[in-house]
């Protein structure tokens, strides 16, 4: 489950840009002023964090069903005049459900970027007559390395302090990344690298790639609309074994 703590769920605003009417797709000014943000022509944000008792809720169903999940958590979340705030200070309640969910053996936590986003120029805040989509991503490759070192660093620094453990696994924000992040993440601790299209970077010296073709990936967007309900029909139609970490597939 990716996007916890991503403050993309505020910022990321685009609309529908086209409407299906019978065999045609008409263009849609979906992206237009408070258009981008009404249901159905909304698509992606704003959308709110999970809560605690989120938190104790998807523990329970995960326990009781026998699986394990890995949670990609954005380190940082990004306020609207471009500061950041860690995750744990941003979500303490949530925060510390989640690390008993690791302590507990139920979650690995995944490094899923320090912003989940651009930060430089403001890219990241919702426009007046555009989506921000693209923005939405963090590790392109026209940004300078240091830039994608930088990231890295903040943010095994912000989950490892929270967690106490190492954090070994990294989930690029939008399945966006490139050699200079593959090059940068071995040196801060990161071991497994688990996105669409991942085997396609081999060879990743120092790291393991997994493809989405074996990880079931949702967003927590998807328990925020679906309830408790939605989680408990994912993992009712689980394979024999149910579902484990990226870790475990990884090494298994
Ligand atoms: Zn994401």
Same mark, same amino acid.
């Given at each position: 489950m990716d996007d916890v703590g991503a403050a993309s769920k505020q910022h #990321?605003?685009?609309g529908l840009t086209r409407i299906r009417l019978g065999p045609v797709r008409l263009p849609f000014p979906g992206n237009l002023l408070v258009l981008k943000y009404l249901p159905p022509i909304k698509r992606w944000g704003p959308y709110r964090e999970l809560t605690a008792a989120d938190w104790e809720g998807v523990l329970d169903r995960i326990e009781r069903s026998g699986s394990r999940m890995t949670v990609g958590i954005t380190a940082g979340w990004v306020e609207t005049d471009g500061t950041v705030t860690p995750y744990p200070r941003k979500f303490p309640a949530a925060g510390?459900?989640?690390?008993?969910?690791? #302590?507990r053996g139920l979650l690995e936590v995944a490094n899923h970027g320090y912003t989940h986003c651009v930060l430089a120029g403001g890219r990241f805040r919702p426009r007046l007559f555009s989506g921000n989509r693209a923005d939405h991503r963090e590790f392109y490759d026209w940004l300078p390395t240091a830039v994608?070192?930088?990231h890295l660093r903040r943010s095994q620094a912000i989950l490892q302090e929270f967690l106490g453990r190492a954090v070994e696994t990294f989930v690029p924000p939008g399945n966006v990344l490139s050699r200079k992040t593959l090059d940068a993440a071995p040196e801060v601790g990161i071991r497994f690298v688990s996105c669409r299209g991942a085997r396609e970077w081999a060879p990743a010296p120092g790291l393991a790639l997994l493809d989405d073709a074996r990880v079931l990936a949702f967003h927590d967007r998807d328990v925020v609309r679906g309830g408790l309900d939605w989680l408990d029909r994912l993992l009712v139609a689980a394979p024999p074994g149910r579902y484990s970490t990226v870790r475990e597939v990884a090494l298994a």
């Open positions: #990321e605003v685009y510390r459900v989640v690390r008993q969910g690791v #302590e994608h070192r930088e």
